[in-house]
């Protein structure tokens, strides 16, 4: 008898193979507001502080704050505050199963999390003891807003707002999501998995619309939904050039092999 490896077993047995983008987690941030010395000419330049302190932010943290719970009943959706331990992805599935629309924010979510911004620290002059504030890096607990909706293109996806200076944004979205609406918005018949594609008749077709998401589509349906929503940044500011750019802070890709029931 000739032993078949592992590898050559599923050669003749796969019967759809995909290869896609999972679930994608970005980092949006202001380059320029990454610096203590950044953040001191923001305020000295597009907030007028004479002497720079991180107080002169807090009318645009209130704004902002203002704007996302305004917004939360303009838009007639619920703003929620997470309880400690809760699964927030158990929320989005509860929610999402009872929208009726292929697009729109399902609901906003509040929570009290960590993240490293700019406070003011006070220090002393070796010279006359007199006192001065210092803008330092720090890691507090501040409110954070979770957007979760859902995308015509995308399906659902989350954006987390940091309400503290330099305000921070996360984005998590999934590829698979957004290939299943692909798929649909063009008429290509599939066998869809809770997360991934089971099967389809045309699979080469199906790995070559998997093969084109890129970083144009993923930038473009974040920023459409940062022009939809609250803003940190007033439109003067990013007129100015506080605008966010992206990274990548976790990425999963998928490989999905379906196969028949091998030979013994």
């Known amino acids: 008898m000739v032993r078949q ?3 050559e077993i599923l050669d003749h047995h796969v019967t759809f193979e995909l290869e896609a983008i999972d679930r994608m987690y970005l980092n949006a941030y202001v380059p320029s507001l990454q610096t203590g010395g950044g953040v ?5 330049q597009h907030l007028g ?40 992805d158990d ?14 924010v399902l609901f906003i979510g509040k929570a009290q999390e960590k993240a490293t911004v700019f406070r003011t620290e006070k220090r002393y002059n070796a010279d006359d003891g007199s006192t001065y504030p210092w803008i330092i890096r ?15 293109d995308f399906g659902g996806l989350f954006i987390k707002f940091c309400s503290y200076v330099p305000y921070p944004v996360k984005v998590c979205l999934n590829g698979h999501e957004w290939l299943k609406r692909q ?12 997360n991934g594609i089971r099967s389809s008749e045309d699979a080469t077709r199906v790995q070559r619309i998997a093969d084109t998401l890129d970083a144009a589509k993923i930038e473009a349906v974040i920023r459409k939904w ?39």
């Open 91 to 104: 929320v989005a599935q509860q929610y999402l199963a009872h929208f009726p629309r292929d697009e729109g």
């Open 226 to 264: 940062l022009r939809r929503l609250p803003h940190p940044f007033t439109a003067a500011h990013r007129a100015a050039g506080y605008r966010y750019q992206f990274s990548i802070l976790q990425a999963e890709f998928a490989l999905t092999q379906i196969s028949t029931r091998a030979p013994t």
């Open 40 to 44: 001191v000419y923001f305020m000295k």
């Open 5 to 7: 490896s592992v590898a």
């Open 49 to 88: 502080a004479r002497v720079p302190s991180t107080t002169v932010v807090a009318p645009l943290t209130k704004r902002f704050v203002e704007a996302m719970e305004r917004f939360a009943q303009t838009a007639g959706v619920d703003l929620i505050v997470f309880e400690k331990g809760q699964r927030k």
């Open 138 to 152: 720090s890691s507090v607990p501040v409110n954070h807003y979770y957007v979760y909706l859902v995308d015509r």
């Open 183 to 194: 798929l649909t918005q063009r008429g290509i018949p599939y066998e869809p998995l809770d």
